[in-house]
């Protein structure tokens, strides 16, 4: 069980009620009945339609005094029945005020009326005809009016405060949306991150992918979690009809979505936690624009805990989970990289890229870009130097897939073996060549690397760099060795990205180039591994890198959530719980997640010093860009925090 604010969450819900048209006591018993439902989902914070209490579409009946008085007294018996439900309700309903008549979100907790937003922008065109029943809200008068017995705010600059959580609410109503500025893009900039919107919004051809686009793109540039409900189908269809459209959105992506299902509240948890760190992150989003005299509303949500969250965190959060969206993204990163190399080249005035290829994946990956250069500027593939550098760990597999790679795009593809020159090495600062320790490691890297700075100097070229993202994430490379380079392609791809890319090249060559495709498919199946160490006597590799520091998924999916969602070790265990759910236990995590904290601080020494590359997504760890952090930083806080999780989940800290 867990409680959901303490991870940041709200679990909001949009309702769509059946409806009888000017029978508010149906009306509030259907909503009701809703609530009751839903409530042991947990549910904090439900918006139902606008002018549920009466129906959207009572057109003139809305001048009658009987069916406004019916409508405040049913609210009222409503408001009273659901005070026991720790829930912010809000329900839409015309309200009498400054001898006016204002369509209206009513919003209310625990019995207690938290305020009334009158609507703003008043839609008078094609179907639409409300100006002859409603005042927008520029006509309001009063600061305060009385509702079903309370005195309460009445404005639509109204924010409610939840004084437990983050949680500040907003309200947009329907037309508001639609504005060149809707309110609340100002009710964001002044606090609020969850905007209900109460809506009714009526179906014809190709308007619900509008309506999608239009809440995703607000949720989006008020950073914000946006809930969304319209009348659904019992309303009049005497000239429209309406389809009930529910969406639930979070920063752009719509997390949940109805149409067409009446009776029925789509509920998601919104991850306020996010949210408040992407705003306080990003100095362009807080501002007072205007001078507005907003009014907060503070309430406390005292929710019981809950079996688990609603949403699944994705287990591979930088890899799209369908093939096709996969190969969008993919082009596109492909692109990004070509691009940032070919302006390196053309703006250096050089045209030879030195490249050591090891037949893993990541130097694949960096050859495949170098080749796309040399196609956008239509010149030989002998500007690319390819270098294998056999050591005393590569084995017949890397080495043969390096070479066939080498040969089969026509680089000019070079064989230098670093045996020799290591071995001498060794000799030259003492260290005995049967010690496989980190000097016996680090020594080979190095010696590549000098190889492929010296060749760059004789040719006149630029040694292209193979690290990707997940390595410079856990400093998993030699400093001053595959560490450098003087133009890094891969610097922002992670390691679970870089495979779907290879793959990705190798589906568009298949047909044409089968000889390199399978060649890209073998590599796409080796063991990750930088065979600096000997084979074993059937020669095969032995030195695996997930088996030393861990799996690439985890650390990936850590680093994902730690840099761009900025959570604590709590939060990332209790998601990689749920995302990897019958793949690693909490133990398992928490071991790889202590060595992921433990290395992300003590290497960035290494990230301090990198060289260019493009950034391809929205993480990236260049110290001139994204990641500014000092080096001698201490992890012991989140190593504090994640031994005490091994206490809490009753697991042993080995």
């Keep these: 069980m867990l409680k959901l604010k303490e991870y940041g969450f709200v679990r909001a819900g949009a309702a769509c009620p059946r409806l009888k048209i000017g029978h508010p006591a149906y009306n509030t018993v259907k909503m009701q009945e809703l609530l009751e439902e839903k409530k042991a989902l947990g549910l904090q914070v439900v918006v139902f339609p606008e002018l549920a209490v009466t129906g959207y579409t009572c057109a003139d009946l809305f001048h009658q005094t009987g069916l406004l008085l019916e409508a405040e007294k049913e609210l009222g018996i409503m408001i009273e029945s659901t005070s026991r439900l720790d829930m912010v309700i809000a329900v839409g309903m015309p309200v009498r005020a400054d001898n006016q008549l204002f369509n209206c979100a009513v919003v209310f907790n625990r019995g207690r009326i938290l305020g009334v937003v009158p609507k703003t922008f008043i839609p008078n065109y094609s179907e639409f005809y409300e100006y002859r029943w409603f005042a927008s809200s520029v006509r309001r008068i009063s600061k305060t009016i009385v509702l079903c017995g309370q005195e309460v705010p009445f404005s639509e600059n109204l924010l409610f405060r939840d004084t437990a959580s983050e949680l500040c609410i907003g309200v947009d109503i329907c037309e508001d949306l639609w504005a060149p500025i809707p309110p609340s893009s100002y009710h964001a900039l002044y606090g609020a991150n969850l905007i209900l919107n109460l809506s009714a919004s009526n179906d014809i051809v190709q308007k619900a992918e509008y309506r999608q686009s239009v809440v995703s793109q607000q949720s989006a540039r008020c950073v914000a979690g946006y809930v969304y409900t319209s009348a659904g189908e019992s309303e009049s269809t005497t000239d429209v009809v309406f389809g009930g459209h529910g969406m639930i959105a979070e920063n752009g992506a719509v997390l949940a979505e109805q149409r067409f299902q009446e009776n029925e509240c789509i509920i998601q948890d919104i991850d306020l936690g996010r949210l408040m760190n992407d705003r306080r992150k990003m100095n362009s989003f807080m501002g007072k624009a205007d001078k507005i005299d907003y009014q907060i509303v503070d309430f406390t949500l005292q929710q019981d805990a809950v079996p688990k969250?609603?949403?699944?965190?994705?287990?591979?959060?930088?890899?799209?989970?369908?093939?096709?969206?996969?190969?969008?993204?993919?082009?596109?990163?492909?692109?990004?990289?070509?691009?940032?190399?070919?302006?390196?080249?053309?703006?250096?005035?050089?045209?030879?890229?030195?490249?050591?290829?090891?037949?893993?994946?990541?130097?694949?990956?960096?050859?495949?870009?170098?080749?796309?250069?040399?196609?956008?500027?239509?010149?030989?593939?002998?500007?690319?130097?390819?270098?294998?550098?056999?050591?005393?760990?590569?084995?017949?597999?890397?080495?043969?897939?390096?070479?066939?790679?080498?040969?089969?795009?026509?680089?000019?593809?070079?064989?230098?073996?670093?045996?020799?020159?290591?071995?001498?090495?060794?000799?030259?600062?003492?260290?005995?060549?049967?010690?496989?320790?980190?000097?016996?490691?680090?020594?080979?890297?190095r010696e590549r690397t000098q190889i492929l700075m010296d060749i760059a100097n004789k040719e006149g070229g630029?040694?292209?760099?193979?690290?990707?993202?997940?390595?410079?994430?856990?400093?998993?490379?030699?400093?001053?060795?595959?560490?450098?380079?003087?133009?890094?392609?891969?610097?922002?791809?992670?390691?679970?990205?870089?495979?779907?890319?290879?793959?990705?090249?190798?589906?568009?060559?298949?047909?044409?180039?089968?000889?390199?495709?399978?060649?890209?498919?073998?590599?796409?199946?080796?063991?990750?591994?930088?065979?600096?160490?000997?084979?074993?006597?059937?020669?095969?590799?032995?030195?695996?890198?997930?088996?030393?520091?861990?799996?690439?998924?985890?650390?990936?999916?850590?680093?994902?959530?730690?840099?761009?969602?900025?959570?604590?070790?709590?939060?990332?265990?209790?998601?990689?719980?749920?995302?990897?759910?019958?793949?690693?236990?909490?133990?398992?995590?928490?071991?790889?997640?202590?060595?992921?904290?433990?290395?992300?601080?003590?290497?960035?020494?290494?990230?301090?010093?990198?060289?260019?590359?493009?950034?391809v997504g929205s993480i990236a760890l260049s110290p001139r860009g994204d990641w500014r952090m000092p080096s001698d930083a201490s992890y012991e806080a989140w190593l504090s925090e994640v031994k005490a999780l091994y206490e809490e989940r009753g697991v042993c800290n080995e």
């Design 462 to 615: 630029l040694v292209i760099g193979t690290g990707d993202l997940s390595e410079l994430a856990l400093g998993w490379s030699t400093y001053n060795g595959d560490h450098m380079s003087m133009y890094a392609v891969n610097c922002s791809i992670p390691k679970t990205l870089v495979k779907y890319l290879v793959e990705w090249y190798a589906d568009k060559s298949r047909a044409h180039r089968p000889t390199i495709a399978r060649a890209l498919y073998d590599v796409c199946d080796t063991p990750v591994s930088p065979e600096l160490l000997p084979l074993s006597q059937e020669g095969k590799i032995q030195q695996k890198t997930e088996d030393i520091i861990g799996k690439y998924e985890l650390h990936d999916f850590f680093l994902y959530n730690m840099v761009r969602c900025g959570y604590p070790p709590a939060k990332i265990l209790l998601l990689a719980e749920d995302a990897f759910e019958g793949k690693y236990d909490s133990q398992t995590i928490l071991k790889w997640m202590e060595i992921f904290f433990r290395r992300f601080f003590t290497q960035q020494f290494k990230r301090s010093c990198l060289p260019d590359g493009p950034k």
């Design 309 to 445: 969250l609603l949403r699944k965190a994705p287990a591979h959060p930088f890899v799209p989970k369908s093939k096709e969206a996969r190969d969008i993204r993919c082009r596109e990163i492909f692109k990004i990289q070509s691009t940032g190399l070919k302006q390196r080249l053309l703006k250096s005035g050089v045209s030879k890229m030195v490249v050591g290829i090891s037949g893993g994946l990541d130097s694949t990956l960096a050859l495949l870009v170098c080749v796309d250069v040399c196609e956008q500027l239509g010149i030989s593939m002998k500007n690319i130097i390819t270098v294998t550098m056999p050591g005393f760990g590569t084995s017949d597999r890397t080495y043969t897939n390096a070479t066939v790679l080498m040969k089969e795009l026509g680089t000019d593809a070079r064989e230098i073996s670093i045996k020799a020159a290591c071995l001498q090495h060794f000799q030259d600062i003492g260290h005995d060549e049967n010690q496989h320790d980190v000097t016996y490691e680090n020594s080979q890297a």
